[in-house]
């Protein structure tokens, strides 16, 4: 009888390409990874992996065991999904992934209420600039910001919330420099190796000089306040903060929609329902702030 943990081994390293980044990709050691393969080709009685120069090969036997693996994998996928839904407690692991902005500067203190509601759940939020894969399971709940619908896997299923706007935003102290006639220049604050964006000459500031660059939003956050320049960032960042300001002439811009995604039978969850009700309702409420429309232009 087949192990199913020797046949995650076995596509882990098919998948991969190398014993080494198997390895790093389950968490283990190197020779785990040689035992457990070693293990598998035994019980088959066959040998699965060509070894060479570049890394590990499947044989002929190894590309027919791969497609039979690969069915196990989708049943054992479907298996939990199944199990999982018919979970109506309101307690146990509940995993949301969405953008650092999003957690940061909008719905931490909403699942900060959402903990207090329901002490049994055991949130995880997972804020990363990453997308993560729902139908492996690598989260239960997605906040996405999504400028195609159609880009939108079909095996998802979605709750439409706000649109998000952003505008463009810099220091008031700078604003107020500017207005009195200071020369020094007003840098366009950018992410990323990308040249001097469009919205830099537009507006009655206008940034002029090269790109201050930073390495990631929070830092673009910073350097802004600090009048390096100016930048562009979602309406409910830039308005909330006392210290920024949007830049006048600027106009605002349509990031794209805010969607609440769920997969399959976890969506059918007592804990993923209660969620996902919740956050609909508080980013609804959030969409005059979300839409920049919550605080007039300075």
């Not at 991969?16 to 980044?21: D, F, K, L, Q």
């Not at 939990?80 to 309101?90: C, K, P």
């Not at 500067?105 to 990453?130: N, Q, T």
């Not at 095996?155 to 700078?174: A, D, E, I, T």
């Amino acid at each position: 009888m087949t192990d199913w943990d020797d046949v995650r081994y076995f596509l882990t390293v098919a998948r991969e390409g190398s014993v080494r980044a198997a390895a790093e990709r389950l968490g283990v050691n190197h020779a785990t990874v040689l035992r457990r393969i070693a293990q598998f080709e035994e019980r088959l009685g066959v040998q699965i992996f060509e070894k060479l120069p570049s890394g590990y090969r499947l044989t002929a036997a190894g590309e027919e065991v791969l497609e039979f693996a690969d069915q196990m994998e989708a049943s054992s996928r479907l298996l939990e999904t199944r199990v999982f839904g018919r979970d109506q407690h309101a307690r146990g692991l509940l995993r949301v992934t969405l953008p650092p902005f999003l957690a940061a500067h909008l719905l931490m203190p909403d699942f900060a209420d959402f903990a207090r509601l329901h002490p049994d759940i055991e949130m995880e939020i997972l804020s990363s600039g990453e997308v993560a894969n729902l139908t492996n399971r690598d989260a239960d709940v997605a906040i996405r910001i999504v400028v195609n619908r159609r880009a939108l896997p079909l095996n998802l299923h979605g709750l439409m919330g706000p649109q998000l706007f952003g505008g463009v935003y810099m220091s008031r102290s700078l604003l107020a420099a500017w207005r009195a006639g200071a020369s020094g220049p007003v840098r366009p604050i950018v992410i990323g190796d990308h040249g001097t964006p469009d919205w830099a000459s537009k507006g009655e500031v206008g940034a002029t000089g090269v790109p201050f660059r930073t390495p990631d939003a929070e830092a673009q956050i910073a350097a802004a306040q600090q009048g390096i320049g100016m930048t562009t960032l979602p309406c409910f960042v830039g308005d909330a903060d006392p210290l920024l300001v949007r830049a006048p002439g600027a106009d605002l811009h349509m990031g794209g929609t805010l969607w609440l995604l769920t997969q399959g039978e976890t969506r059918k969850t007592k804990r993923v329902r209660l969620f996902t009700e919740f956050v609909a309702r508080r980013l609804a409420a959030y969409a005059p702030l979300l839409a920049g429309r919550s605080i007039p232009n300075d």
